[in-house]
Each structure stands twice: as structure tokens, then as C-alpha cells.
């Protein structure tokens, strides 16, 4: 599931036989796998991958079935279970690619949205398909709102199309679009740019800017900002990438 490699930590999903649908074991182990890909001294950008055909095809149908007999507080825990993973990746303090080999459906395809790159073959086809069997994309409409917008999230939410390709691009779903082939490699070398080019501190404090000004006035939301703004100029980092540049100096974080 966790893997460390050049200063990526690889996060896989490894339930092919069930296209890496969703329970709430996987939810689990995803959850402890963020946590500790954090915390490891030894990463700066974490990739979420998947083994087999399927990304990842939204939650796991016989479990879906056996959700059908637990009470309103039973599900309402495993709702929150669900929610802790999707809100845990969107708020890491590290970056998060999604590397996506095959389709990426409901809750999978919300997997995906919570990341902040997200890299897809051609062919890899992602949707929010709930509503097509009485269900509702809940938890990830709030995440996919902010990423990209009340029309095109109501377009994708309400039809349950699925899209691939240069559409999902247009959707605001996919970062890049690369061949299969080519996958693994481009990941890898995206991820080393961020490595070897960008301040740790700075992106993950550019994140958490992200996520908060969203829910503030503009009022707030400045204020904040001169405020992250003024400390920032004062961090170790800022002091070695501002000298590293009038110095001709590269620098590698």
C-alpha cells in the first residue's frame, strides 16, 4: 500500500480483482497510509496510484448491500469515515498526485478530485454515476464545487455522463493527459520538479491559503493573506531562496 522512493511516497491501491472499489478496510488502510506518507521525513510529494484495469470504481457493491441493513448511525459513522479520507488528502501538507491508469468512477472518481494534479491515459473515462442508482455524490460535491465551479459540478453531479480525455480536461478534472506508456515516467518526473524547484514549507502553506480564503470574505480572506504574506517573508526558506536568487545561486530543495 505505502512505498517510499526518491523522496516520493507511492500510495496504491491493490484490490485489482474488484477494481479497487471502495470498503471501508481500503478507506482504513488509505487513511493510515496519508498519515504516515505525511509524516515520513523522507517524502515530498506523495503519488496515488492503483494496480489493475480500474483506477478506482466507487464503493464496493457488496458492501454497498450490507450498508443497506445498518442504521442511520451506522451509516452516518461510515459516511464520516468516507469524509475523513477525502478531506484528509484535499488538506495534507503535502502534494498529492493522482495518477490515474484506468477508469475513475463515483467515489473513485472523487478520490481523484481531492488531489491536486491529477495525471490520466487518454482512454481513462471519469464520472459521478450515484444518481443513476438512487444514491447521491454527497460528500465529494463539496470538494468538486470548489475545484471547479457550480456549472460544471451541477453538469457532471446531475447527468452522471461519463468523460474522457481532452472532455475531462475541459471539465477541470485531469491536469495532464498522458499515454500509458508514458505514465509512470511523467509522474515521476513532475514530481521530482516539485522535489528539486519548490520550498516544502511554501506549498504546503500555499494549500492551506487554498482551502481557508474559500470560506472567508473577501475582508478575512485579505487579511489573512498580508498576514501569511508578512510571516512567510520571515521563514527560513524565503531567506534561502531569496539569496540562492540575487546570487545566481540554484537552489535545490
Known sequence: MYEAKDRIGYITLNRP???????HELVADLKQAFTQAESDVNVKVIVLQANGDAFCAGADLAYLQQLQKFSFEENLADSNHLKELFLKIYQLKKVVIAKVQGHALAGGCGLATVCDFVFAVPEAKFGYTEVKIGFIPAIVLVFLIRKIGEKQAMHLLLSGELV???EAMNFGLVNY???KDK???TVSEFAQKLIKNNSSQSMALTKQMIDKVQSMSLADALAYAAK???EARASDDCKKGINAFLNKQEMIW
Open 177 to 179: 493527459l498522458v499515454s
Open 183 to 185: 505514465l509512470n515516467e
Open 17 to 23: 480483482e474488484k477494481r479497487n472499489a471502495l470498503n
Open 228 to 230: 501569511m504574506n508578512a
Open 164 to 166: 474522457q480525455g481532452n
